[in-house]
T-cell receptor, first 118, second 109 residues
Framework: EAGVVQSPRYKIIEKKQPVAFWCNPI?????LYWYRQNLGQGPELLIR????????DSQLPKDRFSAERLKGVDSTLKIQPAELGDSAVYLC????????????????FGAGSRLTVL | SQQGEEDPQALSIQEGENATMNCSYK?????LQWYRQNSGRGLVHLIL?????REKHSGRLRVTLDTSKKSSSLLITASRAADTASYFC?????????FGQGTELSVKP
């Protein structure tokens, strides 16, 4: 079974340019998360989806960040325009959501997309 | 704000020794999870302990949870060089997992 797939793995852009990251979660996983991880820090939650609905986007900087999860499967995270401080690793994770292990929310992470803004 | 805070921030031990990492959190939880991250990789789930459990074992891992103190600990016994990684606790509040800064563990052969 394929894990959580993210692309691109690395992206270098100049400030003020747009960038987009793509995530394909594990098949059947209803919950999808986007996290941002700065060097030496823990992952910071940006947005959480239950199917196609964003149930928690309180930490998403909405002036420049946007996300979507069409049909409740793949998701994209976009930054426009990028700033120097956006350099980080963007992690996507998915979990089964409610089910046999109701409320467990064990996350499977992708390898991440490392963004460098120059 | 961070829900989980790990202590110590860094830990260096010799192979064969035990490693203990602590986690404190602020609000009520459904469960608490521990994850591991090797350099340049995504996080990998290690173990989950439910709010009504006090201790759980998985191989060389032992996790404890004290909900009255809002704290948890992760013990890795008989450590190996391959255990070198960052370890994060993630208190789960209604499906929302908030990670701390992690403990960077270095196991020297």
């Amino acid at each position: 079974e394929a894990g959580v797939v993210q692309s691109p793995r690395y992206k270098i852009i100049e400030k003020k340019q747009p960038v987009a990251f793509w995530c394909n979660p594990i098949s059947g996983h209803n919950t999808l998360y986007w996290y941002r991880q700065n060097l030496g820090q823990g992952p910071e939650l940006l947005i959480r989806y239950e199917n196609e609905e964003a149930v928690d986007d309180s930490q998403l900087p909405k002036d420049r960040f946007s996300a979507e999860r069409l049909k409740g499967v793949d998701s994209t995270l976009k930054i426009q325009p990028a700033e120097l401080g956006d350099s980080a690793v963007y992690l996507c994770a998915s979990s089964p959501g409610q089910g046999v292990l109701s409320g467990a929310n064990v996350l499977t992470f992708g390898a991440g997309s490392r963004l460098t803004v120059l | 704000s961070q829900q989980g805070e790990e202590d110590p921030q860094a830990l260096s031990i010799q192979e064969g020794e035990n490693a203990t990492m602590n986690c404190s959190y602020k609000t009520s939880i459904n469960n608490l999870q521990w994850y591991r991250q090797n350099s340049g990789r995504g996080l990998v789930h290690l173990i989950l302990i439910r709010s009504n459990e006090r201790e759980k074992h998985s191989g060389r891992l032992r996790v404890t949870l004290d909900t009255s103190k809002k704290s948890s600990s992760l013990l890795i016994t008989a450590s190996r060089a391959a255990d070198t990684a960052s370890y994060f606790c993630a208190p789960n509040q209604g499906g929302k997992l908030i990670f701390g800064q992690g403990t960077e563990l270095s196991v020297k052969p």
